[in-house]
């Protein structure tokens, strides 16, 4: 067996770039150098076919059009942009956000930052299996309600979110409704109309696109939804987001959303067989393995598991062969347990145990024989010890 190792299984902190995104990046980036912003040459146009044949493969992803496609540097500014724009827009004086304790840090992180400008927040619990229902979101909505955001797959323990129901409750209570669809995005069915979705965040580097673009869908009719912008300096993107676009990154995301909508259920049903192969082993061959978050309605790259007895720490310490990390990337240097599975209710010593594995498009059968056969045995050793 010749693996090239370490082999990577942190697909929810990034993923590589498709060779066929790359090929694009490269093309766009050596071929089109024009802005598309100036109108009266042929350098000029082509750049800007570049980037609205993009904002149409974007936006085919999540049943959008191309024009409610905002091109960012980035999720954590799509988020950004989402929450204060929103606000600031649609309750300049104040009103109320409610997230979910679910939540990535570029929404929780200006969430707060809200709440120190004056804003109300409420925070809706999951349940122990990882999930938010549309009941606790409504528990946590008040009259002076705004904007709800809601991720729509989470990044630690991979659980799909009830998205559509969310959508509903909002929609009948005029309510708009964000979701950071960052690690959805490509693996399971997204669609703003059926969904009742009024912004949604993606970024390139988790569908295997280049780092340093992202997108933000914002509706443009029922409703219209307005957005106060973060930056000014132009008139790019509707005035919202002004800057000269990121041509290359901006039409390396538009091949790689295109190839994630065309491969969705081919590589679904792949992954979802390495992944059940890998638990399946590890649930043989070890006692003590508690998976975190609901067994079913979870992404099927994602496995976060907690193995009794041993401490997170100094298991990735015997795994430098298999790059997997014990909590969300962000928080690495934090020591303490995951705050997400410390709010399902794990125990702190189980927390602390906890592994998150993910698995992408270019991982193989013989890779996820490789990581279990390493983990049983750093596991087998470490309680032994
Ligand atoms: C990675 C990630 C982000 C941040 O995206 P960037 O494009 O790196 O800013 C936001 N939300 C979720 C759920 C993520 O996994």
Not at 32 to 38: M, T
């Amino acid at each position: 067996m010749n693996l090239r190792t370490p082999v990577y299984l942190d697909h929810h902190a990034t993923t590589p770039i498709d060779p066929r995104v790359l090929e694009t990046l490269i093309r766009v980036q050596r071929d089109h150098f024009g802005n598309p912003g100036s109108g009266n040459h042929a350098f000029g146009w082509a750049a800007a076919r570049l980037v609205e044949e993009a904002r149409e493969h974007v936006a085919a992803l999540v049943g959008a059009t191309g024009r409610e496609i905002i091109f960012t540097s980035g999720a954590t500014e799509a988020n950004n942009l989402a929450l204060w724009g929103v606000l600031r827009a649609h309750a300049p004086t104040g009103g109320q956000l409610v997230i979910s304790n679910l939540e990535h840090e570029a929404v929780a992180a200006p969430a707060a930052a809200l709440v120190a400008a004056g804003y109300e927040l409420a925070v809706a619990p999951a349940d122990s299996q990882g999930r938010v229902a549309a009941a606790a979101v409504q528990e946590a909505m008040t009259e002076r309600t705004v904007l709800v955001s809601v991720i729509a797959a989470q990044n630690e323990i991979g659980t799909i979110q009830p998205v559509a129901d969310i959508g509903r409750l909002c929609k009948e209570r005029g309510i708009l409704f964000h979701t950071d669809a960052v690690q959805a995005a490509g693996r399971i069915d997204l669609d703003v109309e059926a969904m009742g979705i009024d912004l949604l965040s993606l970024s390139a580097h988790k569908v295997y696109g280049p780092k340093g673009v992202g997108a933000l869908y914002v509706r443009r009719k029922n409703p219209r939804v307005r957005l106060q912008p973060l930056l000014y300096g132009g008139d790019q993107e509707r005035g919202w987001r002004p800057g000269t676009l990121n041509v290359p990154g901006i039409a390396a995301m538009g091949e790689a959303c295109r190839l994630a909508r065309a491969e969705m259920v081919a590589e679904r049903t792949r992954l979802e067989g390495l992944r059940d192969r890998l638990l399946g082993r590890l649930e043989t061959e070890l006692t003590g393995v508690v998976l975190n978050g609901a067994r079913a309605g979870r992404l099927a790259g994602n496995l976060n598991l907690s193995f009794g007895g041993v401490r997170a720490h100094s298991l990735l310490g015997a795994l430098t062969v298999l790059a997997v990390s014990s909590s969300s990337a962000c928080t690495r240097t934090d020591s303490g347990p995951s705050a997400i599975l410390t709010s399902l209710g794990v125990p702190d010593d189980l927390a602390r145990a906890s592994l998150r594995i993910g698995l992408g498009r270019f991982t193989t059968t013989a890779e996820v024989d490789f990581a279990a056969a390493t983990i049983i045995a750093a596991v087998t050793k470490l309680r032994a010890s």
